[in-house]
């Protein structure tokens, strides 16, 4: 495993990030959560809306009875819409101690932006939350560039804590239709610029494209899976959240085209070099990855051994 550090946390960070979204049953999720810990992860990511709120109570379940927890990074995220607003973010941050059985986040992510809601509203009750010790350090996901700037921008202006994270998508495969709504891409010239200017911190969920750069196969195999998952609540006409319906495009395929090339050059998969591609930014960059099972911690793992030169990796994508 390779680590990282966020400014304003002592912990050092995974520089892969295990997807807590996905584990139903706890014997199947320790199993896995011990695999992670033995591979040397340590940083969780959790929702408050993930399964209603069974993953974190799971989470709970588990490092109380391993008694891990100093050394675990567990992040938070809540305040989703329809109750991404400042009372949302207390109300759900509550209900995510208690179900994870902790009284402080390391990391808390507001799950969603509000436009309708000015930013210095969101930026106090931030702090009020950092303030009580619930929470350590804080950010936003899927929030645009424009919003994290002025709400960072008020928060130095009052002297508060800014957002130290930014949560969006970024993979090699750019996003061309959002997962679900609200969600955005980092794989922006301005949003990249930025972040390596401010060396701000950048968590990416879908880091690997969702299985976009795997055999077609398999990545058909996954798409049909996650249509067929998402059949029940999807409304008439939506896309699924599947790798074709959110990454295929020209430009995508010419993006697989070239990290195919380079991972013929380095005896790697193509996935291996989709992996890397996010976790060799030039700020810290961190990757969401969501294993259901052993197997896919340990296929992932290779994309921490290889460098990209930032030559290549604007090569890779096509910049």
Not at 18 to 43: F, P
Not at 64 to 78: D, M, P, W
Not at 248 to 258: A, H, K, L, P
């Amino acid at each position: 495993m390779k680590y990282n550090t966020i400014q304003g946390l002592e912990k050092k960070i995974s520089k892969l990030i295990l997807g807590n979204d996905n584990q139903t049953e706890y014997d199947s999720a320790a199993e896995l959560w011990d695999h992670w810990i033995k591979v040397g992860g340590n940083a969780f990511d959790n929702a408050h809306i993930y399964g209603g709120g069974l993953m974190e109570k799971l989470l709970g379940e588990w490092h109380t009875k391993r008694n891990n927890r100093e050394s675990l990074v567990i992040i938070a995220k809540g305040a989703h819409t329809p109750n991404c607003n400042p009372q949302g973010v207390s109300d759900q941050l509550t209900e995510s101690l208690e179900r994870l059985k902790i009284d402080c986040a390391d990391i808390y992510i507001m799950h969603r932006d509000n436009i309708d809601v000015p930013v210095d509203e969101f930026i106090d009750a931030l702090n009020k939350e950092k303030d009580k010790g619930r929470i350590k350090i804080f950010g936003g996901s899927n929030w645009t560039l424009n919003r994290f700037k002025d709400a960072n921008n008020w928060a130095n202006k009052k002297n508060n804590q800014p957002m130290s994270i930014l949560n969006n998508n970024l993979a090699l495969s750019k996003m061309i239709q959002p997962l679900w709504d609200g969600c955005i891409s980092s794989n922006d010239k301005n949003i990249l610029k930025y972040l390596e200017e401010t060396q701000t911190a950048h968590l990416s969920w879908s880091s690997q494209g969702r299985g976009y750069f795997l055999p077609p196969a398999i990545c058909q195999a996954i798409e049909d899976r996650i249509t067929a998952e998402e059949s029940s609540w999807r409304k008439p006409g939506e896309h699924s959240s599947g790798p074709l319906s959110c990454f295929d495009s020209e430009d995508n395929r010419e993006r697989r085209n070239r990290a195919n090339k380079f991972a013929s050059e380095l005896d790697v998969t193509t996935q291996n070099i989709a992996g890397a591609w996010p976790l060799n930014q030039s700020f810290p960059s961190f990757a969401l990855i969501g294993p259901r099972k052993i197997d896919e911690i340990d296929t992932s793992l290779p994309s921490l051994d290889i460098t990209i030169t930032k030559e290549k990796t604007n090569w890779l994508n096509l910049n």
